[in-house]
């Protein structure tokens, strides 16, 4: 069933132009890698399924005839298309929907990409599900996110502080458990990358906890809980999350894995 994510179009619709601005999201590893895994063809309409400021749609557009530019919400779409007339490029067109209910019919796209998003749909599946239905048979998908770690004490840890960062956060999943997601939506020739355990981060250095809660608008004391949470952390957890201390700030590792598969 369609339903609008109204809290995630509260969190998100004021943060477009920070999202844009943001170093991880423009510069990312996993942006490379979508592009290399999915090679981009000039005969390809693509759609970037929660495109936010836009990155990865920006950075398919000139490789491809046609990019749609998806979100829940409707400034992220509105920014995203301005920042491609800026770049002179008129192949983007955009579209506002929940990722669980793309209002395209089926089989009409050639690739479907997610960048870090996933972790914040109702329902992973119903997206995925989606996602295979509006590409044409053999389409190629190249969705990146959050991973999550094997280990449940570190797992909680994760999802607790993204909770706190985000109250839109939903979940995230290893590797195991998006090549299941995968599986169940009908995909084929799966293939997951980096993850926890392969340590992949968009920006080598980490994350700094007071750049990302600023980008989100963490409130103070969900921010405060944040760094008490990592400073606090025993040992192997440290090593495991990559914490470093700063000063005032904390250092750590924000975990992304990539998942292509055909449909
Ligand atoms: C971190 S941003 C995406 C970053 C972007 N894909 C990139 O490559 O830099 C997350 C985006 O997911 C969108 N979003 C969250 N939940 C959604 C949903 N259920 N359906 C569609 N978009 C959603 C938000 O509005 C936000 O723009």
Same mark, same amino acid.
């Given at each position: ?5 109204? +809290? ?6 004021? =943060?477009?132009?920070?999202?844009? &601005?943001s170093?991880?999201?423009a ?11 999915v090679q ?7 759609? !970037? ?8 749609? *920006? ?6 005839r046609?990019?749609?530019?998806? +979100? ?5 779409v509105?920014?995203t ?5 800026d770049?002179? *490029? ?6 506002v ?14 690739? #479907?990409?997610?960048r ?5 749909? !109702?329902? *992973?599946?119903?997206? *995925? ?5 509006v ?5 190629? =998908? ?11 004490? &570190?797992?909680?840890? /994760? ?6 960062? !985000? ?28 993850? #926890? !355990? ?10 700094s ?5 600023e ?7 969900a ?11 025993? /040992? ?28």
């Amino acid at each position: 069933m369609c339903h609008m994510t109204r +809290d995630t179009v509260r969190q998100f619709g004021p =943060l477009a132009r920070d999202y844009a &601005l943001s170093e991880s999201h423009a510069r990312g590893r996993t942006l490379a890698m979508l592009a290399l895994r999915v090679q981009p063809r000039a005969t390809d309409a693509v759609l !970037d399924v929660a495109t936010g400021g836009g990155h990865t749609a *920006l950075a398919f557009a000139p490789a491809v005839r046609l990019v749609v530019a998806h +979100d829940v919400s409707r400034s992220m779409v509105q920014q995203t298309l301005g920042r491609a007339r800026d770049a002179g *490029l008129s192949n983007l067109r955009g579209v506002v929907s929940p990722a669980e209910c793309i209002p395209f019919a089926a089989e009409c796209f050639d690739v #479907v990409t997610c960048r870090t998003a996933a972790h914040h749909f !109702d329902d *992973l599946g119903a997206a *995925l599900r989606e996602a295979r239905r509006v590409l044409r048979s053999g389409g190629r =998908l190249a969705w990146t996110d959050l991973a999550a770690a094997t280990d449940p004490e &570190l797992r909680a840890l /994760q999802h607790r502080l993204e909770v706190l960062h !985000d109250a839109t956060h939903r979940g995230t999943w290893t590797p195991a458990e998006w090549r299941d997601a995968l599986e169940g939506a009908g995909f084929r020739e799966i293939a997951i990358e980096g993850g #926890v !355990d392969e340590r992949l981060t968009e920006l080598p250095g980490g994350t700094s906890a007071a750049e990302w809660c600023e980008r989100s608008r963490t409130p103070p004391e969900a921010q405060a809980e944040i760094l008490r949470l990592l400073r606090e952390a025993r /040992q192997t957890t440290r090593e495991a999350l990559g914490v470093r201390d700063e000063g005032d700030d904390v250092r750590f590792c924000l975990y992304k894995l990539v998942a292509t598969a055909r449909a």
